[in-house]
């Protein structure tokens, strides 16, 4: 089985040299972003309602981090203030991770401490303590924001939309946003930013890690695609297609769907 994964890796890094990605196509997500604009002016009219979240989950691997960034960008471009709430942020430490035994799993990120600073955003405070992890170096740190010049929250990251105990982060969220794309071009994206790391993984690491991450989609994160109101299909040149599923005031109902190409 570990040759056949290790062969598959390397046919995957092969075909990879052959892949011109092009501009990541976000000008292609208007009535996505005019949405988020609107509910962000909204929010404008009545300062002392909480700030609206939006989750924004997926698959593993997918480009989350890099999505919201570039929203994040086209929002301020129409005049919304945006703050960007990354899941990863609140993960342990590598070494703390390494204690626990295992890949991936819930208990590899601070539940408890994401819930308390989501509840607090929900409640309508407008100063938030939360911790920092950066994803390069795994280096851990803490920071105070103030929210007072802030209209929407882009609450990022694998469980965003999940809405099952101990991680039912959706609860928070006014819409929802799930970004997949196939598990073929994911590989390649994850390793790509696996050499960026200070210690990459080596390749059998790097598989041992990566299986471990698509085990725990499958059994704990999928579900959540079903909570989303906007579902972006990712291909392999990096273009984002669109289909709209809800865009009612109930971020459970369903619409009639939209592809943007």
Known sequence: MRKCQQITFLIVLFFSNFIQARDHDLRSLDSLVQHLAEIANQHDGAPLEPIPIVGIGGCPGVGKTYFTRELAGLLREKGIRPLILPLHHFNLSP???K??????????FKMADLHHVLSIIHRGEKWIKKPTCDQLTGEIGEE???????????FEGLYALCSESPVD????CELGIFL???????????????????????????LKHINALFEEYRKNIEYSKKNASFLIKKDKTHRYHLEIRALSGDKHDSSQSCICQ
Not at 99 to 108: A, F, L, M, N, P
Not at 144 to 154: A, E, Q, R
């Open 95 to 97: 070494t703390e991770r």
């Open 99 to 108: 204690e626990i035994g295992t890949e991936w799993d819930v208990r590899h």
């Open 144 to 154: 105070i924001l103030s929210l007072d010049d802030v209209d929407l929250i882009l």
């Open 169 to 172: 982060y959706f609860k928070y």
């Open 180 to 206: 997949e794309a196939r598990a073929s071009d994911i590989f390649v994206w994850k390793w790509e930013r696996e050499q960026k790391k200070v210690h990459p993984r080596t390749p059998e690491q790097f």
